[in-house]
T-cell receptor, first 116, second 112 residues
Framework: NAGVTQTPKFRVLKTGQSMTLLCAQD?????MYWYRQDPGMGLRLIHY???????AKGEVPDGYNVSRLKKQNFLLGLESAAPSQTSVYFC???????????????FGDGTRLSIL | GQNIDQPTEMTATEGAIVQINCTYQ??????LFWYQQHAGEAPTFLSY????GLEEKGRFSSFLSRSKGYSYLLLKELQMKDSASYLC?????????????FGTGTQLKVEL
């Protein structure tokens, strides 16, 4: 029972490099989310998706792009990495909050990303 | 906008009871979640409140007062493994759909 799986778990990038973080869920959830977590800032929503083929901006979307080509996968891209994007990135999924508002978001184990 | 406040740190003794408070100001309120997060790990779900009152789940209970914009998480019979960060998260309905906004978390340290 995998739940939410994120790859990679760790990555070090140089400023200006690009990369894609992968998230996969096997719970048939409609909604998927990408957060970043920084010390003293809590979890902040970057982008989210309410279903296959849809994406929407969250609280801190600048510098990131996302795609949801398949229901089970949600990709987060950094086109030109900056030191300010050094963070721990969490992916989460949930049933539709409209259909099941009491169902929590399920989180992956996180990706620790350092930009030098 | 919205604002979620919870204490940054708390310390308690093994076997004791601790209450972690969370206050919020928001529109479109649609429930409040508590999550536990151990260092270096993912947040895990603890409780959900949408109506006023107390929800009890074993050693953990959570309370909500919507009129006061206030919730607390009560941990009884503290164990060393309860040392973790506790995140309060408010679910709200917006023009863009349901969104969850997290507080910065309360780091709980359980001592002998």
């Amino acid at each position: 029972n995998a739940g939410v799986t994120q790859t990679p778990k760790f990555r070090v990038l140089k400023t200006g490099q690009s990369m894609t973080l992968l998230c996969a869920q096997d719970m048939n959830h409609e909604y998927m989310y990408w957060y970043r977590q920084d010390p003293g800032m809590g979890l902040r929503l970057i982008h989210y998706s309410v279903g296959e083929g849809t994406t929407a901006k969250g609280e801190v979307p600048d510098g990131y792009n996302v795609s949801r080509l398949k229901k089970q996968n949600f990709l987060l891209g950094l086109e030109s990495a900056a030191p300010s994007q050094t963070s721990v990135y969490f992916c989460a999924s949930s049933p539709s909050p409209y259909r099941a508002p009491n169902q929590p978001q399920h989180f992956g184990d996180g990706t620790r990303l350092s930009i030098l | 906008g919205q604002n979620i406040d919870q204490p940054t740190e708390m310390t308690a003794t093994e076997g004791a009871i601790v209450q972690i408070n969370c206050t919020y100001q928001t529109s479109g309120f649609n429930g409040l979640f508590w999550y536990q997060q151990h260092a270096g790990e993912a947040p895990t779900f603890l409780s959900y409140n949408v109506l006023d009152g107390l929800e009890e789940k074993g050693r953990f209970s959570s309370f909500l007062s919507r009129s006061k914009g206030y919730s607390y998480l009560l941990l009884k019979e503290l164990q060393m493994k309860d040392s973790a960060s506790y995140l309060c998260a408010v679910n709200r309905i917006t023009g863009g759909g349901n969104k969850l906004t997290f507080g910065t978390g309360t780091q709980l340290k359980v001592e002998l």
